[in-house]
Structures are given as structure tokens and as C-alpha cells.
Nanobody, 118 residues
Framework: EVQLQASGGGLAQPGGSLRLSCAAS????????MSWLRQPPGKGPEWVSV????????YYLDSVKGRFTISRDDAKNTLYLQMNSLKPEDTAIYYC???????????RGQGTLVTVSS
């Protein structure tokens, strides 16, 4: 059974940083494309970033370019999202997704809430 557990969310001040992690199990993580999806309160979901199985980053949402960095540790079956220079509009539930990207749904795990507020 595919399991994806995101963690690391919380309250951050504007300009601050958070690092999200996603522990994956139940599938071959090393051979899977992985991504982060977020859903702001009252809005639809939006893809944040995608990293291919070979470690190539293939997508960043325009509004997070230069601030967020996606990475993976295949030895630990873990996906990361380093978020710097946070803005209130980054407030959302963040989900990690197996084999998902813009135009393809993939398998979503449990999310972690990020709140950016002073």
C-alpha cells in the first residue's frame, strides 16, 4: 500500500523558512517521479514542484521560483521541500504526490499545514 506522510508544516513569519519532508513507503520510491501539491484555504489545488526519478527538477510554480527547492533522498525514501522567503500567500495544506504533475493526478498522501502570518 502506498503511504505518503508529509511533515514539517507549522506557523512561520513572512520572510521565514520551513522544510517539509515526506516519508514514503509501500512502493519503489527510487523509480518514482515525486511532487508537491498545495491547496490554499478556499482555493483549488496547485502544483508546486516536480522532481523526476533521476533527480531532475522539471517544474516549479512561477510564484515559488527562486524561493522553494525540491529534493529527494532515495536512500531514506524521503522527499523534501525547502521553503524560504515565505509569503502569506504560501499558506496552504501541502501534499506530496507520487507520479503526479500538472495534467496528471498521481497518488496523494496526507498533507501538512503551512501558515505564514505575522
Amino acid at each position: 500500500e502506498v503511504q505518503l506522510q508529509a511533515s514539517g508544516g507549522g506557523l512561520a513569519q513572512p520572510g521565514g523558512s520551513l522544510r517539509l519532508s515526506c516519508a514514503a513507503s509501500g512502493f519503489n520510491f527510487r523509480s518514482s517521479d515525486m511532487s508537491w501539491l498545495r491547496q490554499p484555504p478556499g482555493k483549488g489545488p496547485e502544483w508546486v514542484s516536480v522532481i523526476d526519478s533521476d533527480g531532475t527538477t522539471t517544474y516549479y510554480l512561477d510564484s515559488v521560483k527562486g524561493r522553494f527547492t525540491i529534493s529527494r533522498d532515495d536512500a531514506k525514501n524521503t522527499l523534501y521541500l525547502q521553503m524560504n522567503s515565505l509569503k502569506p500567500e504560501d499558506t496552504a495544506i501541502y501534499y506530496c504526490v507520487k507520479d503526479g504533475r500538472p495534467g496528471r493526478i498521481g497518488k496523494r498522501g496526507q498533507g501538512t499545514l503551512v501558515t505564514v502570518s505575522s
